[in-house]
């Protein structure tokens, strides 16, 4: 009886072990992902294909640059598992090169290349998406009658973040500051819904090769502290405005203890500071000197940045008082602005002074302050109408963020002998388009149909980056915006170009006005996945007609 008790003792202490057992490490984790990787980049290597005839070798073949130098790159926001290979084949460089360039493994897209001092030559695919993904470099040299190639094959995979290298538990608040907002959190679901989000990011990986990072970052940098219920800092974060990179991290500290730096490895589109955004419903550094991508919470902030910036700039004579609401006695004159914009991408801020002073003489002081083209003027007259007059400055737009920047200026003559001025100054910002309205991102073939011409273009075509890059750069016909067209009747036939992708496998369309200039009136329409986008398509028509006519 002793001897069961003792074995069942024996066995619920192995059963409570087993149900108590260690998460593997951090190390364990990594050797894993990394054996996963390797494999996928042997099939990788196997995959990539060479001319018929072309002999794989068990070893380097000759000592030439490309030959023995590891060409697949180094990303410095993720780890790489690399295999290489070498072949020998009777046919020119020429001809294996012009090859692998039109026959790239399915999925990735060319991507460069060039000549080696030895006269060695290699194309570059990459996979697209983030981080690097895949990747594939050919080389290929001609030694004593023949050509030996050397193929690199890459995959990368990320780093393990260990769990000690997360935020500690028991955080109630978080205070955001930076890129101009300013927020203190309490609300129990959005701080739970930012601690997930900051557990998500990776570690910066450790690297056996030196990597530099020559780019300068203009970043805004954001701070989180993330307090406990009763206020004490837990835990520190230095956040870029933009995807952290291992150029621009994640500065994070817990109780004022560095950690290891955070990217958003894999997260490009979906950065964590670009969630936090979308919570908030605010754009940290807004503008380009804040280096966000253009979206409409970011214009529409960097667009009241500059409001208010022209409404500081703003002078009058000395001992001019400003009023907190519209002065008596100026006949309604000062209550609105004399012109507003009409587009509803427009941001107005307006302020009232009034100054000891006639009319004329404090008009003749502003326009003499500030340095910028008159627009236009106006004066209202008739019996019982106090003297008045309107004029507008106008200022150059910035950056294909801000469509236009003006100051409209009304001046009244109040009793007693002072000037009532109203400043309004209208920035109207432009409404971006979107990655989601632009050319599929695994777009390998172009269509393109004028009548009963159509004309194909491969990824692989020098003409095919152009189309795709000129596209990109249309602008969406602005929301909310009253365009007035006249009738217009369409002439010759419309000009439709297809991009098709894959990976996964689709087709997006453009259809373009055969002739004339297309406009907000007669714009190109673009679908994708079901929805429709209206581009100013400008002279993009006659600028393909010409490409595809020269071949260039």
Not at 63 to 92: C, I, K, N, P
Not at 155 to 170: C, D, F, N, Q
Not at 403 to 417: C, K, N, Q, Y
Request: include cysteine; glycine fraction near 8%.
């Amino acid at each position: 009886m002793k001897r069961l008790v003792l074995v069942g003792v024996v066995l619920a202490l192995v059963c409570a072990a087993a149900g108590t057992a260690a998460p593997p490490s951090v190390k364990a984790i990594a050797a894993a992902r990394q054996r996963v990787a390797l494999r996928k980049a042997e099939s990788l290597l196997r995959r990539v294909p060479l001319p018929a005839g072309a002999t794989r070798l068990p070893h380097i073949p000759v000592h030439d640059l490309g030959m023995t130098t590891r060409e697949a790159g180094v990303s410095v926001d993720t780890m790489s598992a690399e295999r290489y290979g070498f072949w020998r084949t009777r046919q020119s460089v020429a001809f294996v090169m012009q090859f692998v360039r039109a026959h790239p493994v399915w999925g990735l897209t060319a991507n460069g290349g060039g000549t080696l001092q030895d006269g060695t030559e290699y194309a570059q695919f990459y996979g697209r998406g983030s981080p690097m993904g895949r990747m594939v470099v050919v080389s290929a040299v001609r030694v004593r009658g023949r050509t030996y190639i050397r193929v690199d094959a890459a995959v990368a995979w990320i780093y393990p973040r260990s769990p000690k290298e997360g935020l500690p538990t028991g955080v109630r608040e978080i205070d955001i500051r930076g890129g101009g907002v300013t927020r203190q959190l309490t609300d129990p679901a959005q701080v739970a819904r930012i601690v997930r989000w900051f557990g998500e990011p990776t570690v910066t990986p450790p690297t056996r090769y030196v990597t530099t990072c020559s780019v300068a970052f203009a970043n805004v940098t954001v701070t989180f502290m993330f307090r406990s219920a009763s206020g004490a800092e837990l835990a520190r974060a230095s956040v870029p405005s933009t995807a952290a990179s291992a150029c621009d991290p994640i500065q994070f500290y817990v109780h004022g203890r560095a950690q290891t730096p955070l990217i958003d490895a894999g997260a490009a589109n979906d950065a964590f500071i670009s969630r936090v955004e979308r919570l908030l419903a605010v754009c940290f550094g807004a503008g380009p000197s804040g280096g966000r991508r253009p979206s409409p919470v970011c214009n529409k902030q960097w667009a009241e940045e500059e409001a208010a910036k022209l409404l500081h700039q703003f002078r009058l004579p000395s001992g001019a008082q400003a009023l907190a609401e519209e002065p008596r006695g100026d006949a309604g004159f000062l209550r609105s602005p004399e012109t507003v914009s009409a587009s509803s991408e427009l941001v107005d801020q307006h302020r009232f002074w009034k100054v000891r002073l006639p009319l004329a003489a404090a008009e003749a002081f502003v326009e003499h302050e500030h340095h910028a083209r008159q627009a236009g003027s106006s004066t209202a007259g008739g019996p019982g109408i106090p003297p008045n007059h309107s004029v507008t400055f106008t200022y150059v737009p910035r950056n294909g963020i801000i469509a236009s920047r003006t100051m409209d200026v009304t001046f009244v003559t109040l009793p007693h002998g002072w000037t009532g001025v109203r400043a309004d100054a209208q920035v109207v910002w432009i409404y971006p388009r979107t990655g989601a309205q632009m050319a599929p991102p695994h777009t390998a073939v172009i269509v393109v149909r004028v009548g009963r011409t159509t004309r194909r273009i491969r990824e692989f075509e020098k003409l095919w980056y152009r189309i795709e890059d000129r596209f990109d750069r249309l602008e969406v016909v602005q929301p909310g915006t009253p365009y007035h067209c006249p009738a217009m009747r369409a002439s010759g036939p419309k000009v439709t170009v297809d991009f098709h992708a894959f990976n996964p496998r689709f087709v997006a369309r453009a259809v373009a006005p055969g002739s004339g200039i297309s406009t907000a009136c007669n714009p190109i329409v673009f679908s994708l996945r079901g929805q429709e986008t209206e581009l100013v398509g400008g002279d993009f028509v006659q600028w393909l007609e010409r490409m595809l006519r020269e071949g260039r």
